[in-house]
Antibody
């Protein structure tokens, strides 16, 4: 069965960096994009970007450009999200989510069918 | 970016009620609309994709409709396990995915 298992909670100081991992199992890792979504305490969902595990190509939300780096290690079926220059408002639960798609004549519908359990990142001095 | 606006932001209902949540996009997104359910402390769960397609394993009391800019999620008969927060998500712009702000469904 498909599983996405994320690394544990982190506590960081402002200005530091954090790297969250997401280990995939139960499917061909390189066959599906991986997205990263975050959720601040009591707030909604915010898309951060995605990585193509096959090519390593990335697309980042404009808000995070220059601060986020998404990478992968295909040998261990793991995706990573690194966020630098942390601020207190980066305190959030960070999720990885697999993108799957449904092809139809005009294109593809894309959606996240499996999610990691989330990683709480706390930024505090 | 495409803005997604859900209404209401919160809703109180009883077991057995029929509930409808709406989601409006700031521009036409065809049927590139997904719905997720999230319970406290848990990851979101996919309910509906492509506006009206039920994800495998999701109870048939959930349904989605709409296209263009206006979409609805309907729960035909609320069950105790349905009390959660619901989010719509547009995937029309796959490089700039956006979510609605969420609708919290509470027990009356």
């Amino acid at each position: 069965q498909v599983q996405l298992v994320q690394s544990g909670a982190e506590v960081k100081k402002p200005g530091a960096s954090v790297k969250v991992s997401c280990k995939a199992s139960g499917y061909t890792f390189t066959g599906y994009y991986m997205h990263w979504v975050r959720q601040a305490p009591g707030q909604g969902l915010e898309w951060m970007g995605r990585i193509n595990p096959n090519s390593g190509g990335t697309n980042y939300a404009q808000k995070f450009q220059g601060r986020v780096t998404m990478t992968r290690d295909t040998s261990i079926s793991t995706a990573y999200m690194e966020l630098s220059r942390l601020r207190s408002d980066d305190t959030a639960v960070y999720y990885c989510a697999r993108e799957t798609y449904y092809d139809y004549i005009w294109g593809s519908y894309r959606y996240s069918d499996y999610w990691g359990q989330g990683t709480l990142v706390t930024v505090s001095s | 970016d495409i803005q997604m606006t859900q209404s209401p932001s919160s809703l109180s209902a009883s077991v057995g009620d029929r509930v409808t949540i709406t989601c409006r996009a700031s521009q036409s997104i065809s049927s590139y609309l997904n719905w997720y359910q999230q319970k406290p402390g848990k990851a979101p769960k996919l309910l509906i994709y492509a506006a009206s397609s039920l994800q495998s394993g999701v109870p048939s009391r959930f349904s989605g409709s709409g296209s263009g800019t206006d979409f609805t999620l309907t729960i035909s008969s609320l069950q105790p396990e349905d009390f959660a927060t619901y989010y719509c998500q547009q995937s029309y712009s796959t490089l700039r995915i956006t979510f609605g702000q969420g609708t919290r469904l509470e027990i009356k």
